[in-house]
């Protein structure tokens, strides 16, 4: 079946210092990704994702690339900000269902 | 701004005890979830209807039963809660059931079970 591994739990960052979350999947389709974040006390909204064509999907100064070959969507910002503190979800979607298989989710906590 | 709206917030009960959750979208989306947050943050999904026809229904206990009067509408009871069940349920909805579209959720009803 299907399944996303997000191999940190926290990861803590100061204010100014480049982003990098972790995120791999494993599907028997060709599946399609996508970022959730989840700010304190309230829903997951969507971030980002994966584009048919390659291209590189970005918000917010986020970007993510969809990499078949190793079968990656690793989140990346150049640049933390104190508000960019959340959980942040990785997704995988199932073709024709709309089910989203997600992550255990990585929580981001930027300090000054 | 909300377009998934979920009654209540918070709900507390104690074990044994029937609850009902109720989810609204205004987006006129044709598919709808519930997803059940537990304490550890982990997103799982538990049944979505398209078009009020249940089409993902994963192993959920029997006690759990969805309900949907249309397809802006999806309700969830639990006929008898157990300690386990305490969780954030989140419903969400999606323009339809394609693989890549957006999930809006809602803000989530807090179920606590003593």
């Known amino acids: 079946g299907d399944s996303v591994t997000q191999t940190e739990g926290l990861v803590t960052l100061t204010e100014g210092l480049p982003v990098m979350l972790n995120c791999t999947y494993q599907s028997t389709y060709s599946p399609f990704l996508f970022w959730y974040v989840q700010h304190l006390n309230e829903a997951p909204k969507l971030l980002l994702k994966s584009f048919t064509d390659n291209k590189r999907p970005e918000h917010q100064g986020f970007h993510a690339t969809l990499h078949k070959s190793s079968s990656s969507f690793h989140l990346q910002k150049s640049s933390a900000q104190l508000s960019d503190s959340a959980l942040y979800y990785c997704?995988?979607?199932?073709?024709?269902?709309?089910?989203?298989?997600f992550g255990h989710g990585t929580i981001l906590r930027v300090h000054p | 701004e909300t377009a998934v709206f979920q009654t209540p917030n918070y709900h507390v009960t104690q074990v044994g005890n029937e609850v009902s959750f109720n989810c609204k979208q205004t987006l006129g989306h044709d598919t709808m979830y519930w997803y059940k947050q537990d304490s550890k943050k982990l997103l799982k999904i538990m049944f979505s209807y398209n078009n009020k026809q249940l089409i993902v229904n994963e192993t959920v206990p029997r006690r759990f039963s969805p309900q949907s009067s249309d397809k802006a509408h999806l309700n969830l009871r639990i006929k008898s809660v157990e300690p386990e069940d305490s969780a954030v349920y989140l419903c969400?909805?999606?323009?339809?059931?394609?693989?890549?579209?957006?999930?809006?959720f809602g803000s989530g009803t807090r179920l606590t079970v003593l």
């Open positions: 997704a995988l979607s199932r073709a024709n269902t709309g089910k989203l298989t």
């Open positions: 969400a909805s999606s323009r339809d059931r394609a693989s890549a579209e957006t999930l809006y």
